[in-house]
């Protein structure tokens, strides 16, 4: 029989990583614009500060992701040597430690040590890391994977600030800029929600208020420092 269900948990590697690097862009870029159009910059200096921005987040978030990712796949990789070790070395205790991990979960003792047996029979160390230590191919950690997706994700978000500060004249440039980044905060956490199935409302909610508060703070610095200078 066919399997109807649509699930979407494969996804959370890259679409956490992507909508981190995206939401990132946008809410950092608009901010470092808003906060030195605040100060009385031109808009040459403005966009200056966005791209500038735009190429050292980029980058920041891929070596970040690649290095805390790398960091959990050296994890799980040393893990998984530890495991394949003590399978050879006590694989009766192995076999107890997995048939107890089914008997909590509901089934009987007997057919939880059954299907140990089989499982240990078809991959040892794949059945232990999956239910002993929670680590499978799809939620694996994937360093290039996540460090690409944030990059480019983050580039994309902070292409949109920068694109407003060219078409905004300079008159409407702070509340256009602050309007536009929540608008494309709002359509993130829509598209963030629906490729991950989850309600909308609450990750619009989310993205939209930390993205102001960040907007908000920023500005009001750059102001205090033009009022100063």
Known sequence: MRHSEKHRTHRTGWLRAAVLGANDGIVSTASLVLGVAAAGADTKGVLVAGVAGLVAGAMSMAAGEYVSVSSQADTERADLARESKELAANPAQEHAELTAIYAKRGLDETLASSVATQLMKHDALAAHARD???????????????????????????ALPILMVLLLPATLLMWGLAGSALCFLALLGLLAARAGGSPVVPSITRVTFWGAMAMALTAGVGALFGVVA
């Open 132 to 158: 002993e230590l929670g680590i499978s191919d799809t939620l694996a950690a994937k360093p290039v994977q996540a460090a690409l997706s944030s990059a480019g994700t983050f580039a994309v978000g902070a």
